[in-house]
């Protein structure tokens, strides 16, 4: 069974900067894609980064140039640096796994709050 489990996540004040593990069961070289996801209060969840195993990293626009996602095969994990942190991107972050046999992972999320 593939887990993926978050870790990171906490309150940090404007301005400040976190950094978001994403650890995954397994080798994550069977992931096509990986990516975080976020869902603010009363909000959908919404696309923040995502990487292939190949190619591009890609960004909402709302964190270009803020935010990083950037990945570790050998320690088979996915990483979030957030830097400038806003109220606004105050959520509940999600990594997520789309691997090659086409079966989506999804891990339990970890809260980000900011706010001073």
């Known amino acids: 069974q593939v887990q993926l489990v978050e870790s990171g996540g906490g309150l940090v004040q404007p301005g400040g900067s976190l950094r978001l593990s994403c650890a995954a069961s397994?080798?994550?070289?069977?992931?096509?894609?990986m990516g975080w996801y976020r869902q603010p209060p009363g909000k959908e969840r919404e696309v923040v980064a995502s990487?292939?195993?190949?190619?591009?990293?890609n960004y909402a626009e709302s964190v270009k140039g803020r935010f990083t996602i950037s990945r570790d095969n050998a320690k088979n994990t996915v990483y979030l640096q957030m830097n400038s942190l806003k109220p606004e991107d105050t959520a509940v972050y999600y990594c997520?796994?789309?691997?090659?046999?086409?079966?989506?992972?999804w891990g339990k999320g970890t809260l980000v709050t900011v706010s001073s």
């Open positions: 997520n796994g789309y691997a090659y046999y086409g079966v989506e992972y």
């Open positions: 397994g080798t994550i070289s069977r992931f096509k894609f």
């Open positions: 990487i292939p195993n190949i190619g591009s990293t």
